[in-house]
């Protein structure tokens, strides 16, 4: 199993990115597949996830209303779409998936995110 995440970078307060995710070595269609970030001094917290078909989606409550999780599954790949960017949005984040090949979790490298003026 492979993720590979990029689209990080440092952005203004009230700006946008786009993370994405493609992954192999597993059936990406049939997984549901999860964004986390960590900041500094934090534990890693589960910020977004998509259903395998991409009709179900979850968010923690503090990005409801600014991001947007989506998948490709033509693709195998996972985006997350953060608008109005806030500096407590800064963290690493990574993408996830759980449970392929008996129960085992398994993660991206992660790309930083900075929300910074």
């Known amino acids: 199993v492979q993720l590979v995440e990029s689209g990080g970078g440092l952005v203004q307060p009230g700006g946008s990115l786009r993370l994405s995710c493609v992954a192999s070595g597993f059936a990406f269609s049939d997984w549901v597949m999860n964004w986390y970030r960590q900041a500094p001094g934090n534990e890693r917290e589960l910020v977004a996830a998509v259903g395998s078909t991409g009709t179900t989606t979850y968010f923690v409550d503090s990005v409801k209303g600014r991001f947007t999780i989506s998948r490709d599954n033509a693709k195998n790949t996972v985006y997350l779409q953060m608008n109005s960017l806030k500096p407590e949005d800064t963290a690493v984040y990574y993408c996830?998936?759980?449970?392929?090949?008996?129960?085992?979790?398994?993660w991206g490298q992660g790309t930083q995110v900075t929300v910074s003026s």
């Open positions: 996830n998936v759980y449970g392929v090949y008996g129960g085992s979790d398994y």
